[in-house]
């Protein structure tokens, strides 16, 4: 493979993707009150953006006090982001970009679907696949993280991949 290869960037989600459950979901069906699940499903449904869900989170993030003494919410990764994400991914993305790389994005849920529009390569899972077929986006699908390093390190000579994560 020629030297002038770009490396892939990977840009990897956490709850879902990462970690088999949502941390968010496990700690707030564990320990917060009912009402969370009518603000995640107003997220589900579009009607509300993530920030929005985590901001609708923190009135019952009172609930964790135990995990942080204080609760406190703050988006110090949504700067400027025009999606109303509580992560601005793309944002991240785009403020990464080097000429010698192209971003791929491996997710899993809403949280990513302005992350994959910035991708060069995508890898999805769950409710991210179906979001790729319904809107025609090119994706290699994936089980685990394992799958994914399989498929990059056949497509991808191990030097272009050193030091790329
Ligand atoms: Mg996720
Ligand atoms: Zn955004």
């Not at 993530?50 to 006090?65: K, N, P, T, V, Y």
């Not at 791929?104 to 899972?125: E, L, N, T």
Request: net charge neutral; aromatic share 10%.
């Amino acid at each position: 493979m020629s030297t002038n290869v770009k490396r892939p960037r990977l840009f990897c989600d956490f709850d879902g993707t990462i970690t088999r459950q949502d941390v968010i979901d496990v700690l707030l069906e564990t320990y917060a009150q009912p009402r969370w699940r009518d603000v995640e499903q107003e997220w589900i449904d579009g009607r509300i953006s993530s920030r929005d869900a985590a901001l609708g989170i923190r009135i019952f993030a009172s609930h964790f006090e135990f995990v942080s003494g204080v609760p406190k919410w703050s988006f110090p990764h949504a700067k400027d982001c025009p999606h109303g994400c509580g992560t601005c991914k793309p944002g991240i993305i785009h403020r990464l970009r080097t000429p010698d790389a192209v971003p791929v994005v491996i997710g899993d849920g809403r949280s990513d679907i302005f992350a994959v529009d910035a991708a060069y390569m995508v890898y999805a899972k769950g409710w991210l696949q179906s979001h790729c077929k319904e809107q025609g986006i090119p994706f290699h699908p994936f089980r685990s993280l394992s799958d994914v390093l399989a498929h990059l390190s056949a497509i991808y000579d191990p030097a272009v991949m050193r030091n790329t994560v």
